[in-house]
């Protein structure tokens, strides 16, 4: 490690254990932390729903930031996604720095031991007062997400062998030099980081450190606001997080703050809930969307019968046999579904999103190979169609096994083998050639009825 890096490594080192000390001294300041919670093989991220709990008052997140009630929470207009204010300087850390919002996640929210990781995004956005204006942030200044554990790392979870804390590195590893920069001109450093494990009851609520710096790594920046972009993945689940917001005020007053807010939002803020998330789709009779359709399907469905429950958007899967209405045909229908042992007659699932590796969108063009298998290591890409024949790769990231059946890539011949595309409710197989310059050639393509064993 060269001498520069190892100073500035040691800087920040410092620097967030001096902010951690200080921050132990006083109460926290009013902010909105990041909410967590899983349903099936998706992961979700949200305003904090916890009522009193640290982190979850809306309130007197809105008095600290001096905006009014109804600026909070806010939703971008154009994307739908998720804006989390905060102030640089809201601890005593310093004034370019907070460790706001936080993650974290209530009792059984998430699997117990699941690992979670943020994803960074996009690039760092300015908001410049003096021209009323969001643009790119200037060259010369970036936004560092500090704290995070190197996933690449070997990660223990045993209490014994990490002296009774939730994760730890082996030996010989540094695990406090990971960090993210959010730049003008895109994601330096580690794009991926792990945030923290869960407890034994799927609890997690974790404070990260953001810094506001020169290219020096010295702290400092221009005052206005700053905007910066991630999503949540999960080791347990297929479908990270939609990507969210986190919108750092760097010395404005509330009511440039506000027209910043604004900007983003497109109108007048509402106390309406916000929407919450889609969840993927799953096959016929999956209820509880956990992947296969079983007996607590079932018992869900008679359950709803029961309680005489009217179809709505929050339980459109338990009209198993699409008439509008739940009734004990539903159940009776999602029996015969059933995927698992103590159910009549298994049969095979039909192929969805959930139980195939690769998924290609005809509207966008994109291919996304969220397994594919490469010398016994694993990855995820996504490739956006040219042509008939030609794909281009956008990105590559290494990743864990997730499917059964990965996509295999062969780089001594450049041949990667996709044994299932999902493609509007229908199976294909595929067979691509890397042609250099990250352009890959269809070399064959035909339809399938199922997965291969």
Not at 107 to 131: F, M, Q, V
Not at 139 to 149: A, C, Q, S, T
Not at 159 to 177: A, K, P, V, W, Y
Not at 405 to 431: E, T, W
Request: hydrophobic residues 40%.
């Amino acid at each position: 490690m060269k001498i520069s890096n190892l100073s500035r490594t040691i800087s920040l080192f410092c620097k967030l254990l001096f902010a951690t000390f200080l921050v132990s001294q006083q109460t926290f300041a009013q902010h909105l932390d990041i909410e967590v919670w899983g349903q099936g093989n998706a992961l979700f991220a949200g305003f904090c729903r916890t009522t009193a709990a640290v982190g979850c008052d809306l309130d007197g997140l809105a008095d600290e930031l001096g905006v009014p009630d109804d600026t909070l929470p806010p939703i971008e207009a154009e994307t739908d996604k998720r804006i989390f204010p905060v102030d640089f300087g809201d601890l005593a850390g310093g004034e370019f720095s907070t460790r706001n919002p936080g993650f974290q996640s209530v009792r059984n929210a998430l699997l117990p031991n699941e690992l979670l990781s943020y994803r960074a995004l996009g690039k760092l956005k300015y908001w410049d007062p003096a021209t009323s204006a969001w643009g790119d942030a200037p060259p010369n200044i970036h936004v560092r997400l500090f704290g995070g554990l190197e996933a690449s790392a070997e990660i223990r979870s045993d209490f014994s062998r990490c002296s009774g804390q939730l994760l730890c590195f082996s030996e010989n590893i540094l695990g406090f030099d990971g960090s993210t920069i959010f730049s003008g001109d895109g994601i330096h450093g580690s794009q991926e980081l792990v945030v923290d494990i869960t407890d034994s009851n799927g609890i997690l609520h974790t404070h990260l450190s953001f810094f506001l710096e020169n290219q020096a790594g010295e702290a400092g920046g221009r005052e206005g606001a700053y905007l910066i972009e991630l999503q949540l993945i999960s080791n347990a689940r297929h479908f990270p997080t939609d990507p969210l917001l986190i919108l750092f005020n760097a010395g404005i007053d509330p009511i440039e703050l506000g027209a910043a807010l604004s900007a983003l939002t497109g109108k007048a803020a509402s106390n309406e809930p916000p929407q919450q998330p889609v969840v993927p789709v799953s096959i016929p009779g999956d209820v509880d969307l956990d992947g296969d359709v079983d007996r607590i399907d079932v018992a869900l469905i008679l359950l709803a019968v029961q309680n005489n429950e009217m179809l709505n958007a929050t339980n459109m899967a338990f009209d198993v046999d699409e008439d509008g209405f739940i009734t004990r045909a539903d159940a009776l229908l999602a029996k015969t579904l059933c995927t698992l042992r103590l159910c009549f007659s298994p049969v095979e699932a039909p192929p969805t999103v959930l139980n195939v590796a690769a998924t290609y969108d005809q509207t966008s063009g994109i291919l996304n190979l969220n397994d594919i298998q490469a010398d016994g290591s694993h990855y995820r890409a996504e490739l956006k169609q040219q042509d008939d024949q030609t794909f281009t790769l956008t990105t590559l990231q290494p990743d864990i096994s997730r499917y059964a059946s990965p996509a295999q890539y062969d780089p001594a011949s450049g041949i990667l083998q996709i044994p299932a595309i999902f493609v509007n409710g229908k199976l294909f197989r595929a067979a691509l050639k890397n042609a250099g310059n990250s352009l890959f050639i269809i070399n064959s393509l035909e339809e399938i009825d199922a997965l291969s064993n």
